[in-house]
C-alpha cells in the first residue's frame, strides 16, 4: 500500500477558511502564519497514516526467552475522530514470544503504539489494531494491550466530565487464559 501524502497546501487552505467560518479574520496580524502552523502540526500529528506496523517491528532477536514481556505505561497522544481533539492516556503492551522465542526491542512497542495513535482515531480500534499488528508480525504466543485514555471531547465541550478515563484491552492467544491474564494484569496496575 503507498503512503498516503500529506496535503500542506489544501490543509493550509482548509484552515483558512475555518477561521472565516468561525468569524475570524485569517489575514489580521496575529493569524497570518496559523494556516501555515496549523498544517505542520496536523502532518505531525497524523504521521502514523503514512506508517504500518512492519515499518517499527523491524529489530526482532532470537533470545530463547518464552516468559511475559511487558512496557507499561507509554504516553499516548491521539486524536478523536470524532470531533478532531486529543484523547491522551497510557498504554499497556504485553506478549508472550512464539516458539521460536523470538522478541523484539522495547522501543518498538512504543513506537506501534505511535503508528496506530497519530492518526484519526477512536480508542477501541487503537487497542485492537497494536494487539492485532503484534500477532501478525511476532507470531506470539499471546498478546495484551490495555489502554486508559482521557478524551478531550468528553472534558472540553460536550458532556464535560473531565476526569473520566476509558479503558479498553485486546487480549490474545495464552493470555487468554485467566491464570496469565491475571498476572498481567496484576503488572499493568501494581
Ligand atoms: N466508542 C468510542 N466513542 C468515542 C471515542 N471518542 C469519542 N467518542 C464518542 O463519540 C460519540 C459521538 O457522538 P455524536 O452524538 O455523534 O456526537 P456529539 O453530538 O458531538 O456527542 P457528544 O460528545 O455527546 O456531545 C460521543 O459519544 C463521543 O464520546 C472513542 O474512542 N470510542
Ligand atoms: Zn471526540
Not at 52 to 64: I, K, M, N, P, R
Not at 161 to 180: C, D, E, F, H, W
Request: proline share 5%; with cysteine.
Amino acid at each position: 500500500m503507498s503512503k498516503p501524502e500529506f496535503d500542506h497546501a489544501r490543509a493550509e487552505r482548509a484552515v483558512r477558511e475555518l477561521l472565516f467560518a468561525i468569524g475570524e479574520d485569517p489575514d489580521r496580524e496575529g493569524l497570518k502564519e496559523t494556516p501555515a502552523r496549523v498544517a505542520r502540526s496536523y502532518a505531525e500529528i497524523t504521521a502514523g497514516l503514512g506508517m504500518q506496523a512492519s515499518d517499527v517491528l523491524t529489530t526482532t532477536f532470537e533470545l530463547g526467552h518464552d516468559e511475559m514481556i511487558l512496557v507499561k505505561d507509554i504516553e499516548v497522544w491521539s486524536m478523536c475522530e470524532h470531533h478532531l481533539v486529543p484523547f491522551t492516556g497510557v498504554a499497556h503492551v504485553g506478549y508472550i514470544p512464539g516458539t521460536d522465542g523470538r522478541i523484539t526491542g522495547l522501543s518498538k512497542l512504543a513506537r506501534l503504539v505511535d503508528v496506530y495513535s497519530k492518526r484519526p482515531q477512536v480508542q477501541e480500534r487503537l487497542t485492537t489494531q497494536v494487539a492485532e499488528s503484534l500477532v501478525e508480525l511476532l507470531k506470539p504466543r499471546g498478546v495484551i494491550v490495555v489502554i486508559e485514555c482521557e478524551h478531550l471531547c468528553m472534558t472540553m465541550r460536550g458532556v464535560r466530565k473531565p476526569g473520566a478515563k476509558t479503558i479498553t484491552s485486546a487480549v490474545r492467544g495464552q493470555l487468554r487464559n485467566p491464570v496469565t491474564r491475571a498476572e498481567a494484569m496484576s503488572l499493568i496496575v501494581g
